[in-house]
């Protein structure tokens, strides 16, 4: 006797859909602030335990959602240490006629503390064991 084609059919969407709904890795979103509530405006968010790196870039409002290989993707469920990189941004204007490199590099302004461009010293880390919200506060270094 052979299976009911509408059977075969309701059977495969069954099993599409526990696959899209069950099986991905989780969804880890935030917001990256600065201790005084304002958000950074650019950079990336990395998670790493030393065998992969999953990143998030930082939207101007300071959000941010985590990938794996490409946008959506998720991140493995595990334990990862947290640092941001790519934070550097435009300062004031430069009084020149004439942007040499040597302008930009002066017209750049970094606000991140260096310790939270390395995942060994920024103190962060989160374990991923499902869909999250994860923020993070930038905190000014001790003087």
Do not use: W
């Amino acid at each position: 006797m052979k299976t009911p084609r509408y059977l075969t059919l309701c059977a495969l969407l069954f099993a599409v859909a526990v696959v899209a709904t069950g099986c991905g890795k989780p969804k880890v979103t935030g917001k990256v602030t600065f201790a005084d509530g304002s958000p950074l405006t650019v950079g990336t968010v990395n998670f790493t335990d030393d065998k992969i790196i999953c990143k998030g870039s930082i939207k101007e409002d300071g959000s941010f959602e985590m990938r794996t290989l490409k946008p959506g993707d998720g991140v493995p469920k595990g334990s990862y240490k947290v640092y941001l990189t790519e934070t550097m941004r435009f300062g004031d204007a430069v009084e020149s006629t004439s942007l040499d490199a040597t302008a930009v590099m002066h017209s750049t302004v970094n606000d991140v503390p260096p310790k939270y461009s390395n995942p060994e010293q920024s103190g962060l880390t989160i374990d991923v064991k499902g869909s999250m919200k994860y923020d993070i506060t930038i905190e000014p270094d001790a003087e």
